[in-house]
């Protein structure tokens, strides 16, 4: 079973920027796409990027120009590039495993602060 581990998370002023990890536990990463999630309290989780196994990448329309995924293949790592950071970025980011079309394993997810 994939275990996925995030990294990266804090506090961070307006306009600041953050780089989110994640680590994978086995070598099924390079055949899966990655996704980066966020969820706030009460709220449904949502969808925020995605890498294919082609490099091919795909934003939520309220990070596109802000954030950038990214992946090494030879270090079973996704990235979530996170710059011009705003009070509505704030929430619990969570990496995930997708095959086809199907998250196939979270991280324990980790939280983002974004202070106005």
């Known amino acids: 079973q994939v275990q996925l581990v995030e990294s990266g998370g804090g506090l961070v002023q307006t306009g600041g920027s953050l780089r989110l990890s994640c680590a994978a536990s086995?070598?099924?990463?390079?055949?899966?796409?990655m996704g980066w999630y966020r969820q706030t309290p009460g709220k449904q989780r949502d969808l925020v990027a995605t890498?294919?196994?082609?490099?091919?990448?795909d934003y939520a329309n309220s990070v596109k120009g802000r954030f950038a995924i990214s992946r090494d293949n030879t270090k079973n790592t996704v990235y979530l590039q996170m710059d011009s950071l705003k009070p509505e970025d704030t929430a619990v980011y969570y990496c995930?495993?997708?095959?086809?079309?199907?998250?196939?394993?979270w991280g324990q997810g980790i939280q983002v602060t974004v202070s106005s």
């Open positions: 995930a495993t997708i095959r086809s079309g199907t998250v196939r394993a």
């Open positions: 086995t070598s099924i990463f390079s055949a899966s796409a």
């Open positions: 890498i294919t196994t082609g490099n091919s990448t």
